[in-house]
T-cell receptor, first 115, second 115 residues
Framework: DTEVTQTPKHLVMGMTNKKSLKCEQHMGHRAMYWYKQKAKKPPELMFV???????INESVPSRFSPECPNSSLLNLHLHALQPEDSALYLCASSQVGTRNSDEHYFGPGTRLTVT | AQKVTQAQTEISVVEKEDVTLDCVYE???????LFWYKQPPSGELVFLIRRNSFDEQNEISGRYSWNFQKSTSSFNFTITASQVVDSAVYFCALSGDTGGFKTIFGAGTRLFVKA
């Protein structure tokens, strides 16, 4: 199973809502990532989890809160977002959590619209 | 600092033409890794190839080939006999020892293949 799944596929939320994005992989990968991608731009790294511990936070606003409940799951909790946070949110995983040589396996993304 | 430059923003070709996507990188790392990813209109990034800095051997996979030249800091990607299904955004990416888990993506090249 070489698949990363993400739910939901689409999400529309108001600025006062609280919602969560979910990502799951069953490849035994030990590094998981959240990326944000705006239209016609490359993915921007938000967070990296290595062996279920947060190892990189790219100065992301606190209205985005990641969580890694176990080695297969990665969540992104959203609260009080702004319209400029509207984007495609991509989850990815890679094999070993302590090296940067491994390719990413990406999920299909959640297209988020903040109204 | 690490940087990836994809100077071609958009390329349009007719089916069966060959097309080369350019990628130039900058890094001070001795050990680093280069990647190509494909992002079709569906949104999911798909891993195509990884090259490490010690392996300059060119690679061919079907209609795809990659030319890695350390002397010019380039890692170019050629599609032979392009097909409509090749239409996508292609990202070149770099990770190095000093960057931790961070993968640096180029801006991407949007390829249109017309029938």
């Amino acid at each position: 199973d070489t698949e990363v799944t993400q739910t939901p596929k689409h999400l529309v939320m108001g600025m006062t809502n609280k919602k969560s994005l979910k990502c799951e992989q069953h490849m035994g990968h030990r590094a998981m990532y959240w990326y944000k991608q705006k239209a016609k731009k490359p993915p921007e790294l938000m967070f990296v989890y290595s062996y279920e511990k947060l190892s990189i936070n790219e100065s992301v606003p606190s209205r985005f809160s990641p969580e890694c409940p176990n080695s297969s799951l990665l969540n992104l909790h959203l609260h009080a977002l702004q319209p400029e946070d509207s984007a495609l949110y991509l989850c990815a995983s890679s094999q070993v959590g302590t090296r940067n040589s491994d390719e990413h396996y990406f999920g299909p993304g959640t297209r988020l619209t903040v109204t | 600092a690490q940087k990836v430059t994809q100077a071609q923003t958009e390329i349009s070709v007719v089916e069966k033409e060959d097309v080369t996507l350019d990628c130039v990188y900058e890094t001070r790392d001795t050990t680093y890794y280069l990647f190509w990813y494909k992002q079709p209109p569906s949104g999911e990034l798909v891993f195509l190839i990884r090259r490490n800095s010690f392996d300059e051997q060119n690679e061919i996979s079907g209609r795809y080939s990659w030319n890695f030249q350390k002397s010019t800091s380039s890692f170019n990607f050629t599609i032979t006999a392009s097909q409509v299904v090749d239409s996508a955004v292609y990202f070149c990416a770099l990770s190095g020892d000093t960057g931790g888990f961070k993968t640096i993506f180029g801006a991407g090249t949007r390829l249109f293949v017309k029938a």
